[in-house]
């Protein structure tokens, strides 16, 4: 299937590793011009040459090494990028523990990295979009916005406000060509995984293979997502084809959530 968006330009934050970097080789490979943004420098120029190899039609690939949850990381990216037709919202997840230990500081934390700056790109990028009268704004949220995860409480709070937020706005935007939805990833192959693997392997004093095989195996999957899989869901979410789903949480878990709605 052609996406049909070929020649459009796309922000696609946290996208040196993990699922923002699938979704950026997605969509860099139906044509689209990607901007990619990450922390470390050097990892981020390594798959700079990674999305650049895999790039249709002309496509070009640029960087922004910054952290996107400061002002300073966001002024970057859209000094680079001021006028994107997608954006792909994407930003590490706060660390697991037990709410009895987090501070104010830490709340703050969370809900500036997932769901303020989410908030703020999507108010800096929207109205261009409007009036171009096409874009597609894709949030990768968690699956823990459905079924919360008691280890991952600072995640569970700031991401259920910022699916709220897309709740009201989506039905805002859809008449121009709009769409805002949200991506909900279950337990995918990736370094923010095999952190939280890590933490309950400490705290069962238990060997890490033992908790990953644990957790694969309790998917009714069998396995765990790859960031390859997400970025194609992603893509098509960003495609000309998906005008008319926004506002939506789309759950990528393998079957994991056992529930009907």
Same mark, same amino acid.
């Given at each position: 299937?052609?996406?049909?968006? %070929? ?14 970097? $699938? ?13 990619? &943004? ?47 037709? *997608?954006?792909? &919202? ?9 709410? /009895?230990?987090?501070?104010?500081? +830490? ?19 929207? +109205? ?10 894709? &949030? ?29 706005? %989506? ?20 370094? /923010?995984?095999?952190?939280? *693997? ?24 069998? /396995? ?17 084809? %998906? $005008?008319?789903?926004?506002?939506? &949480?789309?759950?990528? +878990? $393998? ?7």
């Amino acid at each position: 299937m052609d996406l049909q968006i %070929a020649g459009r330009t796309a922000i696609v934050c946290a996208s040196s590793r993990g699922l923002g970097r $699938g979704c950026a080789l997605a969509l860099a490979e139906e044509g689209v011009h990607v901007v990619l &943004n990450g922390r470390d420098p050097e990892t981020l120029e390594r798959t700079a040459a990674d999305v650049a190899k895999v790039a249709t039609q002309g496509a070009t690939v640029k960087m922004v090494a910054a952290d996107v949850t400061t002002p300073e990381g966001q002024t970057a990216l859209l000094e680079t990028c001021p006028d994107p037709d *997608i954006l792909v &919202n994407n930003a590490g997840g706060p660390p697991p523990g037990d709410f /009895r230990d987090w501070t104010r500081k +830490d709340w703050t934390a969370a809900c500036a990295a997932n769901m303020f700056t989410p908030i703020e790109l999507i108010k800096a990028t929207v +109205d261009g979009m409007t009036a171009r009268r096409f874009g597609r704004i894709v &949030n990768i949220t968690s699956s823990a916005v459905k079924a919360p995860i008691d280890i991952l409480g600072l995640s569970n709070g700031a991401r259920s406000g910022l699916t709220g937020f897309v709740a009201g706005i %989506a039905r805002k935007t859809v008449a121009y060509n709009v769409t805002i939805n949200n991506l909900l990833p279950g337990p995918f192959d990736t370094d /923010r995984l095999r952190g939280t *693997i890590e933490f309950e392997a400490k705290k069962r004093q238990t060997d890490v293979d033992v908790v990953a095989a644990e957790r694969a195996g309790s998917n009714p999957s069998g /396995r765990f997502g790859t960031p390859e899989e997400f970025g194609a869901a992603c893509a098509f979410l960003c495609s000309a084809h %998906a $005008g008319y789903i926004t506002g939506q &949480n789309l759950l990528l +878990d $393998g079957g994991g959530y056992p529930g009907t709605f």
